[in-house]
């Protein structure tokens, strides 16, 4: 089992930035994919960022140039950075550790963090 916890989230202007960062503990061995979600009321959970155990990255379209997601491999840490944030980046950010291989698939998620953006 893998735990996850995040932390990060909080309230900030357009224009500002927060760090969030999820901290994993347990068995991680087969983790090969590590990403960060939102979800907003009545939406499904959304892709915001990703990487995979060989560093491959990709982003949301709307948030390439603005958010970074990077990981610290000896805290067992993904982190997204997040700047330039826009009101439509309010949302509850759920970060994601998962073993994904053909006809495997195992997902861990963290708690959820708010981050909310005032215009």
């Known amino acids: 089992q893998v735990q996850l916890v995040e932390s990060g989230g909080g309230l900030v202007q357009a224009g500002g930035s927060l760090r969030l960062s999820c901290a994993a503990s347990g068995n991680i061995s087969s983790i090969n994919f590590m990403g960060w979600y939102r979800q907003t009321p009545g939406k499904a959970r959304d892709l915001v960022a990703a990487?995979?155990?060989?560093?491959?990255?990709n982003y949301k379209d709307s948030v390439k140039g603005r958010f970074t997601i990077s990981r610290d491999n000896a805290k067992n840490t993904v982190y997204l950075q997040m700047d330039s944030l826009k009101p439509d980046d309010t949302a509850v950010y759920y970060c994601n550790f998962a073993s994904r291989r053909p006809g495997v698939r195992n997902d861990y998620w963290g708690q959820g963090t708010q981050v909310t953006v005032s215009s």
């Open positions: 990487i995979t155990s060989g560093g491959s990255i």
